[in-house]
């Protein structure tokens, strides 16, 4: 795997090779919704094994009840203070970790804790209920809100994004991944789906696109272009939000565009199919709007994710078709993963069940800090 493990340089950040540990929600923040010494130790034993870029856990900007009541939040000063013993860590093993900002938008319910005990609205673009969800905490397990609060100037949102970001700096971050797919509010805003606005937010490509792009200018003039990056997902289905094929193609034709020209770090593409609505026989949307983005004289690296095996990324990258591969949920169970890389051992696969990939558990280390390495 000499290309794979090859190092490379991601902006002015060196990397040991071309490998990423996707952003993955644990639930696992019990302690006021901030890093615990297992959060810690989790990112800090795979740095030590030799990751080349690990993308922390998606991290809420404000007050939120997603169906995670113990996911991360970074928008107080003792946020950043918790979130210092994770990156200093990272860094003490050589590595290097970026910070996921993270708003639900519409997949939110008003009645989990967090929501429930401040009172802050739920936000999205439209008042337009997302199908499907389960509170698995609260009675009757609800699905999404359609208590939806529709801001006429989502501006103040924009702020929080850049308050939550420079925190990440205060905490001692490398960079930033913008979280961009999922259903979440950005990705609520590109989608005609969720998005009806009337206003410069909502109808042409360019105004549903438009709140992204402020966001991503908010995050680029707190850390500079080149230590940003932004993580999409054209044929995305996830939380209701599957589109047309035609809007597919003209909306991240345009973003992916517009993207570039910002002169970003890296642009991950997620290959992630779309079962809710009809795409192209073999459809890959990172042969699509991957050439967009890796190009001769481009210094924007073409980052990708979505169950690549291992031979297929070393392929890939041979080929100088991407730049880095992630992997994500084999390093919940691999927390060798780079060391088996390197001398050939097959990745260890769950055999606990679905339901370990997300906490908390009795005890704190279980399924999360007690997977065996492979020597």
């Known amino acids: 795997m000499t290309h794979l493990l090859q190092p490379i340089t991601l902006g002015s950040i060196p990397l040991r090779n071309r490998i990423t540990m996707g952003s993955m929600t644990r639930n696992r923040c019990v302690e006021d919704n901030k890093p615990t010494a297992e959060t810690v130790r989790h990112y800090a034993e795979r740095a030590r094994d ?13 007050y939120n009840g997603s169906e995670w009541p113990y996911a991360p939040v970074m928008f107080e000063e003792d946020h950043a203070e918790a979130w210092k013993k994770v990156t200093g860590a990272v860094h003490r093993e050589g590595g290097k970790i970026f910070f996921q900002p993270w708003h639900p938008g519409r997949i939110q319910n008003e009645n989990m804790p967090m929501l429930k005990q401040t009172g802050y609205p739920v936000y999205a673009p439209s008042r337009i209920k997302a199908a499907g969800g389960k509170y698995r905490s609260l009675e009757d397990r609800p699905g999404h809100t359609e208590n939806i609060t529709v801001p006429e100037d989502p501006g103040f949102i924009v702020e929080q994004y850049r308050d939550s970001v420079r925190l990440a700096k205060e905490a001692g971050f490398d960079g930033i991944e913008l979280l961009c797919q999922g259903g979440y509010l950005l990705h609520n805003f590109l989608t005609s789906h969720s998005n009806k606005r009337t206003d410069r937010y909502g109808g042409t490509v360019q105004n549903r696109c438009r709140f992204p792009l402020e966001v991503l200018d908010a995050i680029i003039s707190v850390w500079g272009s080149r230590a940003v990056g932004i993580k999409i997902c054209p044929s995305d289905d996830y939380n209701d939000t599957a589109v047309p094929f035609t809007e597919l193609s003209e909306t991240y034709d345009h973003l992916v565009r517009q993207l570039m020209v910002r002169d970003l770090g890296f642009v991950n ?13 073999g459809y890959d949307p990172v042969k699509h709007f991957g050439p967009l983005v890796k190009y001769p004289g481009s210094k924007t690296l073409l980052m990708v994710n979505h169950e690549y095996t291992v031979a297929e990324a070393e392929s890939l990258i041979t080929r100088g078709e991407i730049d880095v591969v992630t992997f994500a949920r084999p390093f919940i169970y691999n927390p060798d993963l780079i060391s088996r890389i390197k001398t050939g051992v097959p990745f260890a696969v769950n055999d606990r ?11 704190p280390e279980e399924n999360y800090n007690d997977w065996p390495r492979a020597t």
Do not use: H, K
């Open 269 to 281: 593409i997620s290959r992630r199919g779309c079962d809710g609505t009809e795409l192209p026989c």
């Open 353 to 363: 069940g679905g339901f370990v990939n997300y906490g908390p558990f009795a005890r």
């Open 50 to 62: 030799g990751v080349g870029l690990i993308i922390a856990e998606g991290t809420f900007i404000s």
